[in-house]
C-alpha cells in the first residue's frame, strides 16, 4: 500500500514569492492534515480536513497562508507571500476517521527553505 | 502554554541498554498518549500508544509507562540497538479534539 505522497520534497524560494505544496493521502483515508514542523520541534497543527470540509483550521495563519482540499483526496497547502520565518518542513498526514485513536500516517514533508 | 513537555532533548546510549524518555502534561482532558518516531527526512511513524485506563503498554522492546496521578507517561526502548537512533516524540490529544500536541521530541543515538 503506497504511503502519504508530498511534492516536492524540496523548495527553496526567495521571501515573497509565493510557494505551494501538494499532498495525496492514502486511498481510503477521509482525514487530511497539514502539520508544520520546524527543526528541532514536533509537528504542530495547522488544519485539519474532513472529506472536503476543513474542520480545524485554527493555527492556520490565514493571511498568507491557505489551503483546499478538492474533491475530499488531495490537497494543497499554499503561502503567499512566502517570509523568512516560513522555513521549516510541511508534513501532511492522514488518517481513516476522524478520530484520535486512528493512527496518523505522515508522509516524507516539503524542506521549504526561504531565502 | 506547553501543553506537553518533553525530556531529556537528547539521549545516548550503548547497544544492549535501556533507553528512557519522559514527557509530563497539565490537561487532565488529554485520554490518548502515543508515541512517534521519525528518521532524518522522513514523516513522523506511530510507535505505540495507550489510553489512561492502563499504567503500562508493551510492544516488543518497547513500553509505556503511565502515571495518571502525576500525569506523566513514559517510553523505555529494552535492549536498544542503533537502528533506534531516531527522534521520538511524545504527543498527547482528547476524544473530542482529534488534535495531536506533540512534545518537543529526543533525539537519541545508540552506540555501538
Known amino acids: 500500500e503506497a504511503g502519504v505522497v508530498q511534492s516536492p520534497r524540496y523548495k527553496i524560494i526567495e521571501k515573497k514569492q509565493p510557494v505551494a505544496f501538494w499532498c495525496n493521502p492514502i486511498?481510503?483515508?477521509?482525514?487530511l492534515y497539514w502539520y508544520l514542523q520546524n527543526l528541532g520541534q514536533g509537528p504542530e497543527l495547522l488544519i485539519r480536513?474532513?472529506?472536503?470540509?476543513?474542520?480545524?483550521d485554527s493555527q492556520l495563519p490565514k493571511d498568507r497562508f491557505s489551503a483546499e482540499r478538492l474533491k475530499g483526496v488531495d490537497s494543497t497547502l499554499k503561502i503567499q507571500p512566502a517570509e523568512l520565518g516560513d522555513s521549516a518542513v510541511y508534513l501532511c498526514?492522514?488518517?481513516?476517521?476522524?478520530?484520535?485513536?486512528?493512527?496518523?500516517?505522515f508522509g516524507p514533508g516539503t524542506r521549504l527553505t526561504v531565502l | 502554554q506547553q501543553q506537553v513537555k518533553q525530556s531529556p532533548q537528547s539521549l545516548i546510549v550503548q547497544k544492549g541498554g535501556i533507553s528512557i524518555i519522559n514527557c509530563a502534561y497539565e490537561?487532565?482532558?488529554?485520554?490518548?498518549f502515543p508515541w512517534y518516531q521519525q528518521f532524518p527526512g522522513k514523516g513522523p511513524a506511530l510507535l505505540i500508544a495507550?489510553?489512561?485506563?492502563?499504567s503500562e503498554k508493551k510492544e516488543g522492546r518497547f513500553t509505556i509507562s503511565f502515571n495518571k496521578s502525576a500525569k506523566q507517561f513514559s517510553l523505555h526502548i529494552m535492549d536498544s540497538q542503533p537502528g533506534d537512533s531516531a527522534t521520538y516524540f511524545c504527543?498527547?490529544?482528547?476524544?473530542?479534539?482529534?488534535?495531536?500536541?506533540f512534545g518537543t521530541g529526543t533525539r537519541l543515538q545508540v552506540t555501538l
Open positions: 490537561n487532565t482532558a488529554f485520554d490518548y
Open positions: 480536513y474532513e472529506n472536503e470540509e476543513a474542520v480545524d
Open positions: 498526514a492522514s488518517s481513516l476517521v476522524s478520530s484520535p485513536y486512528n493512527e496518523q500516517f
Open positions: 495507550i489510553r489512561p485506563d492502563v
Open positions: 486511498s481510503g483515508h477521509n482525514t
Open positions: 504527543a498527547v490529544d482528547t476524544g473530542t479534539a482529534s488534535k495531536l500536541t
